[in-house]
């Protein structure tokens, strides 16, 4: 049974889809499947192709028996669309080159991963010329995520783009999706069959770590990527850590990065702490480190469900969420935090005074999350129901 993956974003970048995808391909392998990958020049998150891939049009690797090929793209992390859509499509044109990697593999499936949503359709391409079922698993529904963010309006352009959408889910074989909220929205599209594949967590990674809890004041931690969507410089700025006795540590990159900076230094007294950016290996010990987590979404994205939630359950964070959509109700129907609407920040204050009072209740939502994140979001029982999955339709 062999198995191809096709995806912009791949390690050695660090980001969910990248662990996710990795992860996914280890858990394949070791299930018995011949892992493939196609994928493009890293270069997430700061834009620009790493050392030692710069200057190459492709390049053919292989990590732990798994074959990886990459291709060249305009790199781009701009906050501008233009830019963003360059880059995307210039991968989905460059791994069409990929189609003799493919023939030569010959995979059952070819799993691609959308958002883009142009490389599923090279993804489509790939499957006919190679003879594979065509996979199209949907972390982000676009355009609808991209309307509902103001990047683009519901006129000519988004139309079209929804137009190639209801093709490639009517096409694939079967489509995937991280939410329930996804799923229902692809059937809707007409996908023929569809498959809830939850994000979840490589509970392994978890497991047998420890970090060194601070005596004093309670800390609270956010460890994720610091963009527009996320909203974490609108919280330091709106949120008085230092009123509620409660300190707030932030790890990560991105957009927001120099202005969440420049407001530590010069409020030095907000009890608001920056630090260096971490690599993956280093995040559950820092999770365990604090005694819960915040974890926003400033503007609601239909289908959207941060995959920082699966982590702080299996951290034993309780976890204080600002945010709508299906987050909201994995959070209470688990018991594992507080949910707040969207910027409201005095209710979210309300969140983080009951939570820093309440040693009763962060410790139920601690327990709830381990035994959440063993037991339903282990990444292994994920990928093991995929791995089912892929198994009853090749008989079929």
């Given at each position: 049974?062999?198995?191809l993956?096709l995806?912009q974003?791949?390690p050695?970048e660090m980001g969910?889809p990248q662990?996710?995808l ?6 394949l392998?070791?299930?018995g499947?011949?892992v493939?990958?196609v994928t493009?020049?890293?270069?997430y998150?700061k834009?620009?192709?790493f050392?030692g891939?710069?200057?190459k049009f492709?390049?053919?690797e292989?990590?732990?028996d798994?074959?990886?090929k ?17 880059s995307m499509?210039s ?5 069409l ?5 493919v ?8 799993f691609v991963e959308?958002?883009p949503?142009t490389?599923?359709?090279?993804g489509?391409?790939?499957?006919i010329?190679s003879?594979?079922r065509f996979?199209f698993n949907?972390?982000?529904?676009y355009p609808?995520s991209a309307?509902?963010l103001g990047i683009?309006d519901?006129g000519?352009l988004y139309k079209?783009?929804?137009?190639l ?5 009517r096409r694939?074989t ?5 939410s329930?909220?996804i799923?229902d929205?692809?059937?809707k599209k007409?996908?023929k069959?569809t498959l ?12 047998g ?5 601070r ?5 609270l931690?956010?460890a ?5 969507a996320?909203?974490i410089?609108?919280?330091c700025?709106n949120?008085?850590f230092g ?6 540590h932030?790890?990560?990159a991105?957009?927001?990065?120099d202005?969440?900076?420049?407001f530590v230094s010069e409020n030095p007294d907000?009890?608001?702490?920056l630090?260096?950016v ?5 995040i ?7 005694d ?6 400033k503007k ?5 469900v ?5 982590e702080?359950?299996?951290?034993g964070?309780?976890i ?5 959509g299906e987050a ?8 594992v935090?507080?949910?707040s ?6 209710k979210?204050e309300?969140n983080?005074?009951?939570f820093?009072?309440?040693?009763e209740?962060?410790?139920l939502?601690?327990?709830n999350?381990?035994s959440?994140?063993?037991?339903i979001y282990?990444?292994?029982?994920q ?5 089912d999955f892929l ?5 079929n």
């Open positions: 049974m062999k198995f993956i995806t974003y791949y050695p969910a662990t996710r990795s992860e996914l391909a280890a858990g392998k070791d299930l499947w011949k493939g990958v493009a020049m890293p270069n998150p834009g620009k192709i050392e891939y710069t200057g492709s390049v053919k292989s990590k732990d798994i074959a990886i990459r291709y060249w793209l305009y790199p781009s992390n701009s906050a501008r669309a233009l830019p963003r859509i360059i499509l991968f989905s044109f460059t791994a080159f990929s189609v003799f990697f023939r030569k593999f010959k995979p059952d499936y070819i959308s958002p949503l490389l599923g359709f090279s489509w391409l790939l499957a010329f003879g594979s996979v949907v972390s982000d529904l609808l309307k509902e683009i519901e000519f079209s783009i929804e137009l959408e209801k093709f490639l889910y694939a079967f489509c995937s999706g991280q329930r909220e799923v929205y692809i059937k007409g996908a069959k809830l594949f939850r994000n979840g967590v490589n509970f392994k990674r978890f497991e770590t420890s970090g060194e809890k005596n004093g004041k309670i800390r931690v956010y994720g990527l610091l963009g527009v996320q909203g410089f609108e919280i700025r949120v008085k009123d509620l006795n409660v300190e707030f932030i790890y990560g991105g957009a927001e990065r202005l969440i900076e420049n907000s009890n608001v702490f630090h260096p971490v690599n993956k290996q280093e559950p010990a820092i999770l365990k480190s604090f819960g987590t915040i974890i926003p979404l609601n994205i239909y289908g959207a941060p995959s920082k939630i699966y702080a359950m299996a951290a964070l309780p204080i969420y600002s945010g709508e909201c109700g994995i959070i209470e129907e688990n018991q935090g507080w949910i609407p969207a910027s409201d920040y005095r979210l309300h983080i005074n009951d820093a009072k309440s040693a209740k962060r410790s939502y601690s327990n999350g381990i959440s994140a063993f037991n282990n990444r292994k029982i990928v093991e129901k995929l791995h198994s009853e339709n090749l008989e």
